[in-house]
């Protein structure tokens, strides 16, 4: 079970909010010294505040998997916490987050469904693939000591979730291996989750961070046996040049 292995490793890798964090420490001047970071980990606490939302809208579509389903509780759980934790970070700084910008968030897409469950499970995985990497550049960035404390846990989790809906992804090609084409097509399409939440405020630590799409295209790859570059070849070719790779890898 991917479910036995998942919790066994998350209950060894957990990390505890109130003492693992020396949140006394926090150096409010020198975090304020570095206002763009501040701003970029806000948009991200606030695509975090987003997980039940996101618990929602994804469990109408995996609820027939007990895996899949049963690996969401322990996602979600994580995903809360790191928003939790972020905005206690912010409040010490001054960059409190008001729970009517919560909620406002949630509204925007309330009532748009997630459409295919293979997709939707292959925009997880390559969703935590960007977050982790987004989270270990802004670490790369950031100065403030308690920051750094906080980051490292949150680059340590988000490396985990990928790697779970790596398995998962592994799992549903082996029950349904037509589902090999959605997650290629999903990779190549791709758009990160958070943009359902904060739309083109989307935070970004490097941009054209070429390492970081090139080891998902690595991942995908090695997951489906598909090569990328020649699906995309082909794709362009049939469509005359209309299909774009959002991962804005050049050809
Ligand atoms: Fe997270
Ligand atoms: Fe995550």
Redesign the pocket.
């Known amino acids: 079970m991917i479910y036995e292995r998942y919790f066994k490793l998350t209950e060894s890798d957990r990390w505890e909010l109130e003492t693992d964090v020396p949140w006394q420490e926090i150096d409010a001047g020198m975090a304020c010294g570095q206002p763009d970071v501040l701003e970029k980990l806000r948009s991200a606490a606030l695509i975090?505040s987003y997980a039940p939302m996101f618990a929602l809208k994804s469990l109408s579509l995996w609820w027939e998997s007990v895996e899949e389903s049963a690996i969401a509780s322990i996602q979600f759980f994580?995903?809360y916490k790191?928003?939790y934790a972020l905005k206690r970070y912010l409040d010490r700084v001054g960059m409190g987050i008001p729970e009517r910008e919560v909620i406002e968030v949630r509204q925007r897409n309330f009532g748009t469904p997630y459409g295919d469950r293979a997709r939707h499970l292959a925009n997880y995985m390559i969703s935590e693939h960007f977050?982790a990497h987004f989270y270990k550049r802004l670490l790369e960035q950031a100065k403030e000591p308690v920051l750094r404390v906080l980051l490292n846990f949150?680059v340590r989790?988000?490396f985990r979730?990928a790697n779970v809906f790596y398995s998962l992804l592994e799992r549903r090609l082996e029950l349904e291996p037509a589902t090999r084409e959605a997650i290629v097509e999903e990779t190549l399409r791709f758009r990160h989750q958070g943009a359902e939440v904060v739309g083109e405020a989307i935070p970004i630590a490097q941009k054209n961070d070429f390492q970081t799409i090139l080891s998902l295209w690595k991942k995908v790859e090695h997951l489906t046996g598909v090569s990328l570059r020649e699906y995309r070849k082909e794709l362009m070719r049939v469509s005359t040049g209309a299909v774009q790779s959002s991962a804005g890898i050049p050809v």
């Open positions: 975090e994580e995903e790191h928003y977050t949150l989790d988000e979730h």
